[in-house]
């Protein structure tokens, strides 16, 4: 069957090593990367400001990745975003551009099907004056390979 031919579901598991470009005044206990993952509408993560932030994914196992879902804080999106993939030790690959709103709504972003074992989302030209990005969910929908 090919990549992304069966059910989707959230491929971040707890095994899932996540890394951030920045977390705001380095307050992780109330802005952490754990926030992106933890379904919580309360907690989120945000970072501190710069040109571009950014989430690296590395899964304990091959994943199809299928769709993207991120829900930002009106005012701490991006304009435009960029995901990468890679297997092993290879160097990461660009898979696909995607253009968030700037609001409040979980955003859906197709995904050309890829086999990665590595991840990473780059937000780019945020909407606030100083570049932080106010993430409250973080999905990646796929499948194990």
Sequence with gaps: MPCGAQMTHSLVCPDTVSRVSSVLNRNTRQFGKKHLFDQD?????NSDQGPSQWVILEFPHRVC???LQIQFQGGFSSRRGCLEGSQGSEALGKIVDFYP???NSL?????PAADVDRLKVTFEDATD???RVVIYHLRVLGEKV
Excluded: I, L, M, Y
């Excluded at 955003?107 to 995904?111: D, G, K, R, S, W």
């Design 65 to 67: 990745v299928s769709q």
């Design 129 to 131: 004056f100083f570049g």
């Design 41 to 45: 509408e309360e907690t989120c993560w």
């Design 101 to 103: 709103e700037d609001n």
């Design 107 to 111: 955003q859906t972003f197709p995904v």
